[in-house]
């Protein structure tokens, strides 16, 4: 069974804080993303990575970096918290071929982090 | 910029009722059209389309892409309570490691 494994569920934090939110895979997937959720603006995409040390910014990078040292593991960085990144964050992973390689193309999503930044 | 906007953003029906859930896009290099479910944790597949008129059906769902006019629209019969969710549209594009581009979400309660 696939599985995407966000090591915490709920954290809280005070503003200035630097923040740790990890994302383990299992799949073998070469693509990573990092998502934030946040109430009538939907997902909005921070960072991805398509391979081993590469990352590129997403929509919303600012504030964020992101960490890829191993292919299974992928890993969101707030330097210093703010109260504006108290969200719902998610990590998902999907393989870099799908289609007619196999597979529907759909992101595998983990159960989510939620951040609340006092 | 790729945007994806889905309505009603919130919608209240009674069990039993049909609902229609609506998805329109605007995005360079489309590649697939997604639909997603969520209910208190992580968001779970429901269909992929990448060609125009041809319905995907699970069950009381199903969907259908429009490539000419840039939209989609996932229908639900005969909803039940355990249909309430929020469902959420996204785009996969041909670039950027085929990221995908969301809607805001639709959030769907049924009532009994």
């Known amino acids: 069974d696939v599985k995407v494994t966000q090591s915490s569920r709920y954290l809280v934090k005070r503003t200035g804080e630097k923040v740790f939110l990890e994302c383990v895979q299992d799949m073998d997937h070469e693509n990573m993303f990092w998502y934030r959720q946040d109430p009538g603006l939907g997902l909005r995409l921070i960072y991805f990575?398509?391979?081993?040390?590469?990352?590129e910014k997403g929509d919303i990078p600012e504030g964020y970096s992101v960490s890829r040292e191993k292919k299974e593991r992928f890993s969101l960085i707030l330097e210093s918290a703010s109260t504006n990144q108290t969200s719902m964050y998610l990590c998902a992973s999907r393989p870099r071929f799908f289609g007619r390689a196999g597979g529907t193309g759909e992101l595998f999503f983990g159960e989510g982090s939620r951040l609340t930044v006092l | 910029e790729d945007k994806v906007v889905q309505s009603p953003l919130s919608l209240v029906v009674h069990e039993g009722d049909t609902v229609t859930l609506n998805c329109s896009y605007e995005?360079?290099?489309?590649?697939?059209l997604l639909w997603y479910k969520q209910e208190k944790k992580a968001p779970t597949f429901l269909f992929m389309l990448?060609?125009?008129?041809i319905e995907k059906k699970s069950g009381r769902l199903s969907s259908i892409l429009d490539k000419k006019e840039l939209f989609s629209i996932l229908n639900i019969t005969a909803t039940q309570t355990g249909d309430s969710a929020v469902y959420l549209c996204a785009v996969s594009l041909l670039q950027g490691a085929q990221k995908l581009v969301f809607g805001q979400g639709t959030r769907l309660t049924i009532n009994p």
């Open positions: 995005v360079t290099n489309f590649r697939s």
């Open positions: 990575s398509y391979d081993v040390k590469m990352k």
């Open positions: 990448t060609s125009s008129g």
